[in-house]
């Protein structure tokens, strides 16, 4: 069966007047369905841009540059995201698929109580009234909130209680794909305990399919199946959580992994250095400056992502036999 | 949402609605619209900035500075003295031998734009009435104080405290007493009415005034008294047209048929309008300058004498741009000088209209007055500085006299500093005392009595400064000129001993000079001779003020 | 755990809604004690500053007297007839006497503010209340009309901010917004007004009609009304303009803006309850702002267009220096503002959930 999503190609990045940059450079992706694949990275590497270009919410100076993405449905429909019309794209949007912003919490309409804003989409993607706020209550039950709060206003709310609104909300049309974006940043360890397992719940419960967009790896050794690591814009290893925490083979992911804060509060190892600008990309392998065991094909070519066996895919000239055997 | 789109409507609407009802006044029978073009006559006024549209009352001043042509249509004076002695509402004064008597002869058969007659009674009423009221601080009321009065057929005999030769000047001319209507005036406060219907004795009767049109109405009555004086318009129309610079377009169209304006507007109707004529006419008044003679150093004679040869009224005439507009005035009064009045020979020794920088120079080196690193400095050593103030009406003559005087006393080395003040700061600062030199008018000459030249400077005027003078605020001071002044109040001027009198007077001021005329000013007002003639020649001595009675006999219909 | 959790925070919600209805409550009072306090201190300030210009009513008075007679009274009359006003105006007491005379009068009196110079002897009140419809009419309309048509072209403009014709209307609402008002009237009264003869351009309505309940004088007051208006209403409309556009920008880059394009919300509701509904809660303190500041530029339309409105009222005394009528023309303008920015503060909490808690 083909993944729910599959990502060919898909470059954006920032269009000046006079410049252009890639901060995200071409990345290939499948989504499965039912999954949840975790989208780590540092601060920059450009995993938030990837997401806002799943969505297609892309605004000035931000661009797409290339690439394809096809959303395959159970019902054997198939969307191709980067050609369809802004009339097609708000439809697929909320029903299809949901977004669960970075920031949620200014992501609700101040001015506007919840119960409108849950609703107001789900009434222009045809249901009735009754239906809206009937499916409005079943999502907010979903994430152990009560009805009356539809009749809050959003600074009425606490964080984790906007939080959860937000997921409530994305998942109230029973989306097949659920792109989520630094979901937990601003919540507290508890709070943030709690609402990643309702995500991992709603995922057992609505068959949903969900992308969590974070920069933290313990977020991601809780609830994801696959976990996608990017480094300057590019994916650098790839595949199922309990082997990557193992041993991951990229030397990115195993300085990431092992910046995890371990049960004895220590952290083990850091990464040195900074991540590139995307003005400013190394030439040849985008982590060889910051890389411990860099050598020298890392400057001169740059690696593909290659498959590692088991579902496991790194992008390092340490794992390919032709570089290792020519160097 | 909806809420506030519903509150800014109706908002909106109340709005509308409150003008439209703030608007809403009582029904008239007749309106400007209904006017016969060619048998009205529209006066485009630019009065000050009083705005009395519906009180007629002639005690009042600011009712008195209106409008709304009152007190040109309605308001009859009984003498009228322009440049002929005109009869009025009264026929002839004359006085007994000591001039402690006057008998006034009225005019019979007058009659009140409500039909009524005119008579004795209304005369002797408003003298009354003036006398009671006089502690309100109403006009024409002062003058009637300790005088007794008496009637006899058509004349009233006036007995005076003391001899006064000049009492029938209250009976003469635009702005003096006139009798008021008993039956609407008894039992009145002078204050407060506002004597709604404008009954007078003029030809016209008051049809309507709205204040938010500024528009008021009068229409000629049949019934008037003095079919020899019956104007020619039917109607008489007086707007108020306070911004020059929009009138202009109605000008330009012809919708006026008289008005004041700037200098630089009239120039722009005129080339617009071929119909449009200018009706020049000389103010009465003579501009000139009061120098503070308590501010050192114009506390000095010799100083002020030397500032008077600093001014070149030529220059003025030349600079304020039309050739006539202004004229130099080379004695203190307008006109050529009266041999009678003033002393030739003191005004050669003093050089009263001459301008000579250098014997003003030479002037300021003899008083003690000497020229240090290339200014002048008074008696104790320190540089002169001197403000003199002047207002802009829109008239360059009153304006370039200010930046030529400091011109040509920076040459001698003294520093005069023009300053331009508005109005109404000018106003104050002028009675008040609190100036260097500054620019006035010198109103009140009449023919055959040049008292109002010298009545100003008696010293009693001569109040601390930031105190009102009622005289020529300069705080000017001399014993000898204050008996002078006194003889001639109580002379008659038509005698021998008061020219005597006025000639060592006028030898006073031209030594001391404490103050110097300028200019007598043609006036520009512009006539549209297109519904209406008449008023295009050059009436000398006929001032166009808001109370000029007289002007509008002169108005004929055009041949059209 | 949860749940309790979140019965903790729905109750602590409630309570916050009832804490809020209190708290508006006392905003409410608290903001008209504000009102009433400033209407004082304008009144004050307005009563001491007035006198402080230099400039004597009596004077002037007597001084215009003179020019309009061509000729001086004498002393003793002009002694008399100055006594006389003083009296009448209250002047003839020390300032302090006066200040609260004055308060007395107004407050106690039924409103009494003196009487007037500018049109004596009419009461300063009946001045004031006889030429307030027309600044209000003008002045309000305008000032409404121009808010509702710049912040609906702002809302436009700033929604559309990558287009070329959006682009060029900013440039245009610039150039409007620094022109002077008086300038604008002037290029109205010449061009519309005169040279194409569009429509009249001085007057309160046509001279011929008289105030009456009929098709031709309604129409008359309208038409006299639009370029008064139009004056106003382009100055101020481009500000608002470019005020709703720079609000509408900033709300655009807010994330509830990118959340509720995401949910797939058809662009127009995006316009109309997201980005429009926030960026408008801003435009409306604006406008209780502007409001205040723009009622300078209404008085100079009005001696422009001879309207017979409070600023022209307010010339003429100024130049007799008619304290009475500038004090009160003054309280009445303050009034009048203050109780628009308190009808629009006032407002602000029906738009704006947020600040019936935080006010």
């Not at chain 1, 980067?82 to 992501?107: D, K, T």
């Not at chain 3, 019965?7 to 009102?35: K, L, P």
């Amino acid at each position: 069966m083909a993944a729910l999503l599959e990502i060919r190609g898909l470059s954006a990045g920032l269009q000046g007047r006079r410049s252009v940059t890639q901060v995200v450079s071409n990345v290939d992706l499948d989504v499965q369905s039912g999954e949840i694949l975790g989208v780590v990275g540092e601060s920059g590497c450009g995993k938030s841009t990837l997401a806002t270009a799943i969505m297609r919410l892309l605004t000035p100076p931000q661009v797409l540059q290339s690439g394809t993405m096809t959303m395959n449905l159970k019902d054997g429909s198939a969307y191709e995201l980067l050609r369809l019309s802004p009339r097609a794209l708000r439809e697929l949007r909320w029903r299809h698929l949901s977004y669960i912003p970075q920031g949620s919490m200014n992501s609700l309409n101040p001015v506007l109580r919840v119960g409108r804003q849950m609703t107001d989409t789900l009434i222009q993607h045809g249901l009735s009234q009754a239906e809206a706020h009937e499916r409005s209550v079943a999502a907010l039950q979903l994430v152990n909130l009560e009805p009356r709060l539809l009749e809050s206003y959003p600074h009425e709310l606490s964080g984790g209680m906007r939080q959860r609104v937000i997921i409530a909300a994305a998942v109230s049309m029973r989306p097949a794909l659920i792109v989520a974006d630094e979901l937990t940043t601003a919540l507290d360890v508890v709070t943030q305990r709690q609402i990643l397992q309702e995500l991992t719940n709603i995922r057992d419960e609505l068959g949903a399919t969900i992308i969590l967009i974070t920069h933290d790896m313990g977020v991601v050794a809780q609830i994801a199946d696959r976990v996608a690591v990017m480094y300057a814009g590019k994916i650098a290893e790839l595949g199922a959580v309990n082997g990557i925490f193992e041993a991951p083979l990229h030397p990115y992911s195993q300085g990431l992994i092992g910046s995890i804060p371990r049960e004895s509060g220590q952290r083990i190892v850091g990464l040195p250095g900074e991540a590139p600008s995307p003005w400013n990309y190394p030439t040849g392998c985008r982590f060889h400056p910051r890389c411990p065991k860099v050598f020298d094909p890392c400057s001169e070519y740059e690696p593909g992502l290659r498959t590692q066996g088991s579902g496991r895919w790194a992008a390092c000239h340490l794992y390919d036999a032709e570089v290792v055997s020519d160097a | 949402m909806t809420l506030l789109k519903r509150s800014i409507l109706v908002l909106s609407l109340v709005a509308l609605l409150l003008g439209a009802l703030g608007a809403v006044a009582q029904d008239e029978e007749l309106v400007f619209g209904d006017l016969p073009r060619s048998e009205t006559f529209i006066v485009a006024s630019q009065a000050p900035h009083n705005d009395v549209w519906d009180s007629f009352n002639y005690y009042q001043a600011p009712t008195y500075n209106n409008a709304t042509g009152y007190a040109n249509v309605i308001v009859e004076p009984a003498f009228i003295t322009s440049h002929d002695f005109h009869a009025w509402l009264a026929q002839s004064w004359e006085y007994n031998e000591d001039g402690t008597e006057m008998t006034l002869v009225i005019t019979e058969g007058a009659n009140w734009n409500d039909g009524m007659p005119l008579t004795m009674d209304d005369w002797l009423f408003t003298l009354q009435y003036n006398q009671e009221n006089a502690d309100k601080g109403i006009g024409w009321s002062s003058f009637l104080r300790d005088v007794t009065w008496s009637a006899e057929g058509d004349e009233i005999t006036f007995t005076l405290p003391e001899p006064n030769w000049r009492f029938h000047y209250n009976f003469t001319g635009i702005g003096t007493f006139t009798p008021v209507p008993k039956h609407i005036w008894e039992g009145q406060d002078p204050t407060t009415f506002k004597n709604p219907n404008a009954v007078h004795s003029g030809p016209y009767r008051l049809v309507s005034s709205n204040a938010d049109t500024r528009t008021t109405i009068w229409e000629r009555r049949d019934d008037y008294w003095d079919p020899d004086r019956m104007p020619a318009p039917k109607y008489m129309v007086w707007l108020k047209r306070p911004e020059a610079d929009v009138a202009v377009f109605e000008w330009e169209e012809g919708n006026f048929d008289l008005g004041r304006m700037p200098f630089s507007t009239m120039i722009r109707i005129i080339s617009a309008n071929p119909h449009i004529k200018t009706l020049v006419h000389q103010d009465p008044c003579p501009r000139g300058l009061i120098f503070n003679t308590t501010s050192v150093p114009l506390d000095d004679k010799l100083f002020r004498r030397a500032l008077g040869l600093l001014v070149n009224r030529q220059a003025v005439a030349n600079l304020a741009n039309v050739p006539g507009y202004v004229t130099p005035v080379l004695w203190p009064n307008l006109g050529d000088p009266d041999e009678r009045y003033y002393d030739a020979a003191a005004a050669e020794e003093y050089q009263v209209t001459t301008f000579d920088p250098e014997a003003a120079a030479a002037l300021l080196d003899e008083a003690g007055y000497p020229l240090v690193d290339g200014k002048r400095v008074d008696k104790e050593g320190n540089p002169i500085s001197l403000d003199a103030l002047y207002i802009d009406i829109g008239n360059p003559s009153w304006t370039v006299w200010a930046w030529l005087l400091a011109e040509q006393a920076q040459l001698v080395g003294l520093e005069i500093n023009p300053r331009l003040l508005d109005i109404p700061t000018f106003l104050t600062s002028l009675p008040n005392g609190e100036f260097d030199i500054i620019f006035r008018w010198f109103c009140g000459n009449l023919p055959g009595d040049p008292i109002a030249l010298f009545d100003g400077l008696h010293s009693e005027h001569a109040l601390p400064i930031g105190e009102r003078s009622g005289g020529v605020p300069g705080r000017y001071s001399n014993p000898e000129m204050d008996a002078l002044i006194e003889q001639i109040r109580t002379a008659n001027p038509a005698s021998e001993e008061a020219q005597e009198l006025f000639r060592q007077a006028y030898r006073i001021w031209a030594e001391d000079v404490p103050y110097v005329t300028l200019f007598g000013e043609n006036e520009g007002v512009v006539f549209n001779t297109e519904y209406w003639t008449g008023l295009e020649v050059g009436q000398a001595w006929v001032h166009w003020t808001p109370a000029a009675r007289q002007i509008i006999d002169f108005i004929e219909p055009a041949n059209r | 755990m949860t749940a309790n959790a979140d019965a903790r925070a729905g109750e602590s919600a409630t309570e916050r809604q009832d804490a809020g209805r209190r708290e508006v409550f006392q905003y409410a009072v608290r903001r008209f004690g504000v009102y009433l306090f400033t209407l004082w201190a304008a009144i004050t300030v307005a009563f001491f500053i007035f006198r402080l210009v230099p400039g004597d009513p009596m004077n002037i008075l007597l001084g215009n007297l003179t020019r309009a007679e061509g000729r001086q009274r004498d002393a003793e009359a002009q002694e008399a007839i100055i006594a006389h006003y003083r009296q009448i105006f209250g002047m003839d007491e020390p300032l302090p006497a006066q200040y609260i005379n004055y308060l007395r009068k107004a407050i106690l009196g039924g409103l009494d503010l003196g009487p007037s110079f500018v049109e004596y002897p009419a009461q300063t009140k009946d001045l004031v209340f006889r030429r307030m419809p027309w600044t209000i009419g003008i002045f309000t309309t305008s000032v409404l009309l121009a808010w509702i048509v710049g912040t609906g072209l702002g809302a436009l403009i700033g929604w559309l901010q990558r287009s070329r014709l959006s682009q060029l209307a900013v440039v245009i609402s610039t150039l409007l917004q620094i022109t002077p008002v008086y300038l604008v009237a002037l290029g109205l009264i010449i061009y519309v007004g005169y040279t194409w003869r569009l429509l009249p351009a001085g007057g309160p309505y046509a001279r011929h009609l008289q105030p009456e309940w009929t098709w031709e004088f309604i129409s008359s007051l309208l038409t006299h009304a639009i370029l008064p208006m139009l004056s106003n209403m382009i100055v101020i409309g481009a500000g608002f303009t470019l005020g709703m556009r720079a609000l509408m920008i900033s709300v655009l880059g807010e994330d509830y803006l990118t959340f509720a394009r995401a949910k797939g919300l058809s662009p127009f509701t995006v316009l109309k309850d997201y980005a429009f509904r926030n960026a408008l809660i801003p435009q409306v303190t604006a406008l209780a702002i502007i409001v205040g500041a723009t009622l300078n530029g209404t008085f100079i339309i009005e001696v422009l267009f001879q309207l017979p409105g409070l600023g022209t009222l307010f010339v003429q005394a100024m130049g007799l220096r008619d304290f009475n009528t500038m004090q009160a023309v003054v309280l009445f303008s303050i009034f009048a503002v203050l109780t628009l920015t308190l009808i629009v503060d006032l407002a602000l909490p029906l738009l704006d959930p947020r600040i019936r808690r935080t006010a």
